[in-house]
């Protein structure tokens, strides 16, 4: 006899025969609220199914209604309440032909009321249910091919047993159980049992019967998701869950589970919210539902990147299930590459893995563990109970237990996630469901971490080439600069910074911010500062340099803007000119410690308008000054008033010790928000320890104009003590002034700046063209000699552009 049932249990599959076995069980069970949801869940455990819904007719009968769901949130799959008996639906169309349909990726892509069913590598079981009130058995799977023959015998199993008669209504005034209640949504009045009366602290003489007395002592901050299950407009068709806290008296908080199911209203019958409150600090950690799996898949929806998804998988799944240990691992050719292990200690796993073990984490080949190997290959859940003969790479991982859950995404295996346990660990059927449900969000949250860290890693490279590497030494200063990316999205963000040195010791000091957080912005913003650095090096004002990338901007016909503070910093004399496109002003803090919010005019952002005006607001800078450029992310944040972060930008300077800039930088940036970019630029001014000698003068075009430059060059030489090489130094003004006389018109200015005993010479002139060196010069020709003279007797020389025109320089030393 033995024989003969374990050829027929053979032929029928084994996972047929335990489903047949688990839903005798249930069946066997007392009368319970909950057994119909039970029974649903074998779905998951058997299947492979990620979600499973039981719909019934509703009280019109001409549509199906939502009466059931486990699993994955409904959401995901673009699963509703309800659908339409007259409609194309696989429940309805089900309901009308009478038997299962099976339905792949092409036929639900090949009919328009399908494809508002899961869309991608998704299969949909849809089963009618047996009953004078009809119904359908809904199933949903990311298995590659969808269900097997096997899993088609347990769910026509698992919709035989499915019981699809409407809930038993509680009659006005009859004795509910004592963890039930009934709640009418028109009117408030709520009918509870003892025991949650007792829950609240409350007695039945004492108890008004009104809902708003229980909310009362719900702590504020789990209120509203309370709320949304008690107001009708909220809640839908279909079992509900969460937990929530209550205040008591006297003690700690008290934990809550609700579990609720809305009726629909009839003929002078409100519609009502039935269901049960348990405490659920009473009940055992590795009991789970939706509650659990939406709380995973609520935390999967906010992981970016893979070692985000990998610990919420470790949060979700560790302490409910009492487990010892938990790897979560991508599966990259014959290799297991673990991103995240908790205990992260070494010793805590097997041999096999510590020799494997790389920087952080071990990864571990495949290939030493064929029974693992063998799971990945079937891509189902595999769960090993004490005492199986497993690889010692595998056994130490549990010796108590082990499960092992193969990672689903796009049509592959992505990864695997192994739990273990020290001690002897029962599995069950919730416990199963958790882990099959698991699977499924983190294969899929995975696979989207990976697209996103590929992008991340390349838009963070892309920031990372348009920001300056370094930035350059100061004359009589310090600049020190931050960038932090935003958190929120984790896309590149259009924030910059530069540090410009400029002519005669000037320094331009940049910070700015393109709306948005894309690849695009991220591009504009390299735009912006090239050609904010090319318009400063021309030697434009800073209010020119501004309106001219302004009106760039506009040309590049973007719909993108972007806010800029730009300062020009005269480091010889500590003094500055401030311009403001729409950006933050700066923060100055004194060398007194006190903190100036610069009341700096300002423009519009860049790209709004072609008629802006920017105009120039001076700054006076003593030697301890520091200067604060910001984006408006360090200050600014859905929960803060920019007002308020600017105060806080300006306690925080005070309370700063300048000389250690990088660290006031850090300290500056400690705990700020990261759902904005963030850019940071100081500058400490200290002064020149040595001032350059100047003085300038505009050549006159009149015949003997080389004399006259001659003439101011030598008393300026004398006043200035430095009279050697004086002819040597006539000489290059002669040549550079008179190519700039003969070779331009316009305004021609000659400049002499002295340090210590180095004299530059620069002749400004309006022509754009620079003098071209000759290569060959015959003896009868009559000029070209000019500048190959300067060369000779220069130390260097060179052109710069300037605003209009250019200046042409040499460099002489002045040895005795």
């Known amino acids: 006899m033995a024989n003969v049932v374990s050829e027929g249990a053979t032929a029928r599959g084994t996972r047929t025969v335990r489903a047949e076995l688990a839903l005798k069980t249930l069946a066997a069970e007392p009368p319970d609220p909950g057994r119909p949801r039970r029974v649903l869940e074998q779905a998951l455990v058997f299947t492979g199914a990620t979600f499973a819904a039981v719909y019934t007719r509703g009280e019109r009968g001409d549509t199906f209604c939502l009466a059931e769901a486990v699993g994955v949130p409904r959401a995901l799959y673009g699963v509703r309440d309800t659908y339409a008996l007259s409609g194309r639906s696989p ?62 015998e347990c769910l026509e199993l698992i919709a035989r047993a499915v019981a699809c008669p409407a809930p038993v209504e509680t009659v006005q005034g009859e004795e509910l159980p004592p963890s039930a209640f009934s709640l009418a949504m028109d009117s408030g009045r709520v009918e509870v049992g003892d025991d949650i009366l007792a829950l609240f602290g409350l007695d039945r003489a004492g108890f008004d019967g009104k809902v708003e007395t229980l909310l009362a002592q719900t702590v504020p901050e789990d209120l509203p998701s309370l709320m949304s299950v008690v107001e009708a407009d909220h809640m839908s068709i279909g079992e509900r869950e969460l937990e929530f806290r209550i205040l008591r008296p006297a003690g700690p908080q008290r934990w809550l589970r609700l579990r609720g199911r809305l009726l629909p209203g009839g003929e002078g019958r409100p519609a009502r919210l039935v269901g049960t409150v348990a405490d659920a600090s009473t009940l055992r950690h590795g009991v789970t539902d939706v509650t659990r799996v939406q709380r995973l898949a609520s935390a999967l929806a906010t992981a970016g990147t893979v070692k985000d998804v990998s610990q919420a998988v470790v949060t979700a799944l560790r302490k409910p299930l009492q487990a010892d240990r938990i790897a979560l691992a991508e599966l990259e050719g014959d290799r297991l590459v673990v991103t995240v292990l908790d205990p992260p200690e070494p010793e805590a796993w097997p041999e096999l893995w510590r020799r494997e073990w790389r920087t952080e984490w071990p990864d571990a080949p495949v290939r030493a563990m064929p029974t693992l190997a063998a799971a990945l290959r079937e891509g189902r859940a595999q769960i090993w109970p004490a005492g199986t003969v497993l690889e010692p790479a595998l056994a130490e991982v549990g010796p108590g237990g082990l499960a092992v859950l193969p990672l689903p995404a796009g049509g592959r295996t992505a990864g695997a996630c192994l739990i273990g346990w020290d001690r002897p660990h029962d599995f069950s059927p919730d416990e199963r469901a958790l882990l099959t449900a698991s699977a499924g969000l983190a294969g899929q949250a995975l696979l989207r971490a990976h697209a996103f860290d590929a992008e991340h890693e390349l838009v963070g490279m892309l920031q990372r080439t348009l920001l300056p590497r370094r930035l350059p030494k100061l ?41 948005g957080h894309s690849a695009g912005a991220a591009t504009l913003m390299g735009q912006m500062r090239t050609a904010l650095r090319a318009y400063a090096a021309e030697g434009h004002p800073p209010d020119v340099v501004v309106s001219h990338a302004n009106r760039l901007l506009l040309d590049m016909e973007t719909d993108l803007f972007a806010t800029c503070a730009y300062v020009d910093v005269d480091m010889e004399v500590g003094s500055a000119w401030c311009v403001r496109a729409g950006h933050l002003p700066p923060a100055l803090r004194h060398p007194d410690g006190n903190v100036e919010i610069v009341e700096a005019e300002g423009g519009p952002p860049l790209g709004v308008t072609t008629q802006a005006d920017f105009p120039m607001t001076p700054l006076r800078l003593r030697p301890g000054s520091v200067l604060t450029l910001i984006t408006d992310g360090l200050v600014e944040s859905a929960g803060a008033d920019i007002d308020d972060g600017m105060d806080r930008l300006a306690r925080g300077l005070a309370a700063s010790d300048p000389a250690h800039l990088g660290l006031v930088a850090d300290a500056l940036l400690h705990n700020a928000g990261r759902s904005d970019d963030i850019a940071l630029l100081l500058m400490r001014y200290d002064g020149m320890d040595v001032c350059p000698l100047r003085e300038t003068w505009t050549v006159w075009r009149v015949p003997e104009a080389a004399r006259h430059a001659r003439r101011f060059t030598r008393r300026t030489l004398r006043a200035w003590g430095a009279t050697e090489q004086m002819d040597t130094v006539l000489l290059v003004v002669s040549e550079l002034v008179t190519n700039a006389l003969v070779h331009t018109d316009g305004q021609v200015r000659l400049g002499l700046t002295l340090v210590g005993h180095r004299l530059r010479i620069a002749v400004t002139d309006t022509s754009p063209r620079t003098p071209v060196k000759p290569t060959n010069i015959g003896w009868e020709a009559t000029g070209g000699r000019g500048i190959l003279l300067v060369e000779a007797v220069s130390a260097a020389w060179g052109t710069l552009p300037v605003s209009g025109g250019k200046q042409v320089w040499a460099e002489i030393i002045l040895e005795p």
């Open 475 to 515: 004359p009589g200063g310090e600049a020190v600069a931050r960038y932090l990316p935003a958190t929120a999205g984790l896309e590149v963000g259009g924030d910059w910074y530069d540090v410009i040195p400029l002519p005669d010791h000037h320094v331009a000091l940049v910070i700015g911010d393109v709306q």
């Open 91 to 152: 429940m309805a169309d089900a309901g009308r032909a009478g038997h299962p349909l099976w339905l792949g990726p092409d036929e639900l892509a090949g009919c328009a009321e399908y494809r508002r069913m899961p869309t991608g590598d998704v299969f949909v079981a849809a089963l009618p249910l047996r009953g004078e009130d009809g119904g359908c058995l809904l199933a949903v799977t990311e298995s590659p091919g969808g269900f097997d023959t096997e899993d088609r």
